[in-house]
């Protein structure tokens, strides 16, 4: 049986959050996080969990409908140093970083102590093989039991049924979805209730766990500056992405800590029970 779609209030009601520029970001950590994604994927709760950065942040700013996808999930956790800062400035000093390539791991660690079976849905096929070899080699008894890099053109009705079905027909109680900001979110959005599994979303966990793209040194991203080294390594990819994002971030979470921005328009959405 499929499990219920539950508001985040019931799945987290003693998680703190705090609006950042509308999108709105739960402080928590590491071991807090683990657990309640685990707790919850034992509950049969249907939901996801999302991880912040700015790209995230100013998609959710300039779009109301993502930015609705975004607040309808279980958890938002700050993926990267600007928000954890924004947080601080808001009040939240102890705030920490969630990053979601960690988080993944952090997750795969309980999960194989609670025996819960895991999916992985997203990447390339060459990623997929070795997000799982790197999976096995550091949690020996972790439960693999779906493993899927979907086609990147648009799913046909059947072929999103025949999905479904696949992952529910595997057993599976956490999810991790690597399909990339802001697809993944839609994606798990759309499938809160179909799928019986609890859904992550990791971006690019799936490449970095794989060794296919290098993650920055600790150093650098403690520093915030995670950004320059990921530009330096995809500079095409990602080079719009920071252009336009970064800037506007800055300046319009300014204007919110000095109360002049303009609250943004938000989506009417059913909330979930």
């Not at 999976?135 to 049924?161: H, M, N």
């Not at 993944?184 to 970095?208: D, I, T």
Request: hydrophobic share 50%; with cysteine.
């Amino acid at each position: 049986m499929l499990g219920r779609p539950m508001s985040r209030a019931a799945l987290s009601s003693t998680s703190e959050r705090l609006s950042i520029l509308g999108m709105q970001v739960a402080p928590t950590s590491y071991a807090q996080a683990a657990a309640w994604c685990c707790e919850w994927s034992q509950r049969d709760a249907a939901g996801y969990i999302c991880a912040a950065n700015v790209h995230m942040c100013m998609e959710a700013w300039d779009s109301g409908e993502f930015r609705a996808v975004v607040n309808a999930a279980a958890l938002v956790t700050p993926d990267g140093m600007p928000l954890v800062w924004a947080l601080r400035l808001l009040g939240c000093g102890q705030a920490q970083r969630v990053y979601g390539p960690t988080l993944m791991l952090e997750v795969c660690a309980e999960a194989e102590r609670r025996g819960i079976p895991i999916g992985l849905h997203g990447g390339t096929a060459a990623a997929l093989v070795g997000i799982q070899t790197a999976l096995v080699g550091r949690f020996p008894a972790l439960r693999i039991v779906y493993a899927v890099s979907p086609p990147f053109s648009v799913p046909t009705a059947q072929e999103d049924a025949d999905t479904v079905a696949r992952i529910n027909a595997s057993g599976c109680r956490l999810l991790f979805v690597g399909l990339g900001c802001p697809k993944q979110e839609r994606w798990m959005a759309a499938h809160q209730g179909r799928v019986a599994p609890l859904m992550l979303g990791v971006g690019a966990a799936f490449a970095f766990h794989a060794g296919q793209v290098a993650q920055a040194p600790a150093l650098v991203q403690r520093i915030g500056m995670e950004w320059a080294f990921r530009l330096a390594m995809e500079p095409q990819r990602l080079w719009k992405r920071y252009a336009l994002h970064n800037p506007r971030f800055v300046l319009l979470f300014a204007l919110q800590l000095l109360g002049v921005l303009p609250r943004p328009r938000w989506v009417a959405r059913t909330k979930a029970t």
